[in-house]
């Protein structure tokens, strides 16, 4: 049974959550790859509002196994809370599950990700200060805490006595900070380990046995392509592998496991915090979509930066993803606009590109765009395709063409049956 993957194309906030619960309802098992509580995926049914930062989207279905993979780092409290508030809306929550070789975020990393930002100033990455790079950074440096450490109380001592030691000359010497405490969070961080004990499972071998019995399974990724910290615009990017090939290892799984690779794109594009842009669109335009998209961040608040579609980018996106399945979301917000911009490509250094390049800054891109003629009228309520305004078929097929991928599904809009299927037989 071939495995579903998501992925978000962009800068993040693709409507992922919305598309996973979609396709949740006829899958068994919805896995987290990758990040932490960094990230928010937002669910619209019949006028409730869910916001899950940690636990997969397929929660909402009381069928589906949803498990936060190895390859995510783990806020206990975050997700202690996030289950609190799940249940008070009467959602079951008992197939929660959590993977043992998953990295735990410790109060040291929230603080290490706050100086750090401060102590770059303008050149700031612009984080959450959830402490998700720097729990990152203890994985790869090997001085990490897992999940299954927790479960050893001799062994977690140990690890994080030597780690808080050590944070605390970091803290203390360098970013001139009041020293952290052991035995608070030691004894705060045993008590989180009592109370997610029983969700505590070896998901690798628990992801292949579902394989085996030909389960349905769908990988849910957090943020998005272009912060992929080895694709994306870096600096300015996330810890984790966001693409599909951040399945494998944050999943455990083989590349021959996976078929269907479904990327979401929104029908303009959003970022949230520094780095480049080539799109971004100033003044009263930028403001119409934001209100319009309600564009501002599930996890901060903080307002997106809005611009055109960038058909190069994410034209970059679906070759590295190996993208065969395209979504389109928030076309809606588009509909009052006289005039619709598509970036085809880039003036790059002086000499004309279709490419994404790896050095982008904002001073050394001029996009070369295409106008269309917007449609000047809503379509939140339209869900065939044929009945969409012919304008606005017009601007979804210049993308099929230009990306050579069909579109599987568009959102018109937050709710879960705001949509419009081009492929009804993959539903």
């Given amino acids: ?7 978000g194309l962009q800068w993040g906030d693709e409507g992922k959550g919305k598309i996973t619960d979609l396709l949740s309802k006829n899958s068994d098992y919805v896995i ?30 009381s069928h589906v196994n949803c498990i936060i993979g190895p390859g995510v780092v783990i806020d206990p409290k975050s997700l202690i809370q996030e289950i609190k508030n799940l249940e008070s809306f009467g959602i079951n929550t008992d197939k929660i599950y959590l993977s043992n070789r998953a990295h735990v975020i410790m109060p040291y990393h929230r603080l290490l ?36 450490d927790l479960m050893n109380i001799d062994l977690f001592r140990i690890k994080l006595k030597k780690n808080i030691d050590f944070k605390n000359q970091i803290i203390t010497k360098i970013y001139k900070g009041d020293p952290i405490f052991f035995e608070s969070i030691y004894e705060e961080y045993i008590e989180y380990a009592k109370i997610i004990s029983h969700r505590i499972i070896d998901a690798v071998y628990e992801i292949h046995n579902a394989f085996h019995k030909r389960k349905k399974i769908l990988f849910e990724g957090a943020q998005a392509m272009l912060l992929d910290i080895n694709y994306g615009t870096y600096p300015y990017v996330t810890t984790s592998s966001c693409s599909t090939g951040g399945v494998c290892t944050g999943a455990g799984v083989p590349p021959s496991f996976l078929k269907n690779f479904i990327g979401i794109a929104k029908a303009y594009t959003t970022r949230v915090g520094n780095g480049p842009f080539p799109t971004e669109i100033k003044g009263d335009e930028s403001s119409l979509i934001r209100e319009k998209g309600n564009e501002y961040g599930t996890t901060t608040n903080r307002p997106r930066r809005c611009g055109w579609l960038d058909l190069v980018s994410l034209k970059y996106s679906c070759m590295i993803n190996g993208i065969n399945h395209l979504i389109i979301t928030k076309l809606d917000v588009l ?24 050095n982008i800054e ?5 996009v070369v765009y295409i106008e269309f003629y917007g449609w000047e009228k809503e379509i939140y309520h ?20 230009y990306l050579n991928i069909r579109i599987l599904l568009i959102s018109v809009g937050p709710e879960r049956t705001q949509n419009i299927i081009k492929n009804k037989s993959f539903f």
């Avoid at 049974?1 to 992925?7: A, C, D, E, G, K």
């Avoid at 669910?43 to 916001?51: D, G, K, P």
């Avoid at 904002?362 to 001029?366: D, G, L, P, R």
């Fill in 32 to 61: 987290r790859y990758q990040g932490g509580n960094n990230s928010g995926h937002s669910i619209h049914i019949n006028n409730r509002h869910f916001v899950l930062h940690l636990i997969p989207s397929g929660i909402i279905y």
């Fill in 382 to 401: 339209i869900r065939n395709y044929e009945n969409l305004p012919e304008n606005c078929k017009k601007y979804l097929k210049f993308i099929e063409n």
């Fill in 113 to 148: 990700d706050k100086y750090q930002e401060e102590s770059l100033g303008k050149m700031s990455i612009g984080t959450t200060h959830r402490g998700i790079g720097p729990a990152y950074a203890d994985k790869i440096g090997r001085v990490g805490i897992r999940i299954v």
């Fill in 335 to 358: 509909s009052t606009l006289k005039v619709i911009k598509v970036c085809i490509e880039y003036r790059y250094n002086g000499k004309i590109i279709k490419y994404f390049p790896a």
């Fill in 362 to 366: 904002n001073n050394n891109i001029e």
């Fill in 1 to 7: 049974m071939p495995l579903n993957v998501i992925v």
